[in-house]
């Protein structure tokens, strides 16, 4: 089916996503103050990974959670076209890079679904599923998304979704204000931390240490 706008122009060519990726391993694209998705995700795991990443700008090695990471979009060009993958939306809109600059918020949307009246944000994991909590890194990520989507397009979003890959199981999540609000104030912590140029406290879970590209630097401090 033609593809219509205004999304036309949101898509980004197969050519154009593997220069950008090439070019920009990390996907960080934006310098501050513009946050990205992923970043809200991260800070919520573990609030020092943007400190040595943006304020130090510390070399990262690579992880086996990020070369696998590198994976997550052959994942999706092999399933996207599986049958009964998601619901029968009537457009699907794939690698769709958005930002709003009034929030200092950039993102780039695995992809998602609009029927005309009804859309959410799709966000492929290729790590374990987290458990349940407030602030689940995975859920607030696809909310962050959601924002972009409304503000770009000018709808409502209701609810996200999360694929991880390795248990072929979709998590939705239903949003309501109060999480949006909450998107709104990582922000304001990240830009506060990115400003002040103030360490963290380092996380009291230890075990998230184990494979963090980080952990040289962080335990050191």
């Known amino acids: 089916m033609k593809e219509k706008e205004p999304y036309k122009k949101y ?3 197969e050519y154009q996503l593997r220069q950008l ?3 920009n391993p990390n996907v960080y694209l934006y310098a501050t103050p513009f946050i990205g998705t992923e970043d809200i995700r991260q800070y919520l795991y573990c609030k020092r990974k943007l400190y040595f990443r943006y304020v130090l700008r510390a070399p990262m090695p690579p992880t086996y959670k990020m070369e696998f990471g590198k994976e997550k979009h052959e994942h999706i ?3 996207k076209n599986k049958k009964n993958f998601s619901e029968k939306y009537a457009h699907r809109y794939y690698n769709v890079y958005l930002n709003d ?3 200092g918020l950039v993102g780039l949307i695995d992809f998602f679904e609009y029927d005309g009246k009804e859309a959410y944000p799709v966000e492929f994991k290729t790590g374990n599923m987290p458990s349940e909590g407030l602030d689940n890194p995975d859920k607030y990520q696809a909310i962050a998304q959601a924002i972009l989507i409304e503000k770009n397009f000018d709808f409502l979003v209701n609810r996200v979704r999360v694929y991880y890959i390795k248990y072929d199981k979709f998590v939705d999540y239903y949003i309501d204000v109060e999480e949006r609000l909450r998107v709104m104030q990582i ?3 990240i830009k506060a931390m990115l400003e002040s140029e103030i360490m963290p406290d380092p996380i009291k879970e230890e075990k998230k240490c184990s494979d963090c590209e980080c952990r040289n ?3 050191r401090v």
């Open 21 to 23: 990726r090439d070019t």
């Open 187 to 189: 922000l304001r912590e």
């Open 101 to 103: 600059p009034e929030l």
């Open 11 to 13: 898509k980004m060519s």
């Open 77 to 79: 060009e092999k399933i």
């Open 217 to 219: 630097y962080c335990l």
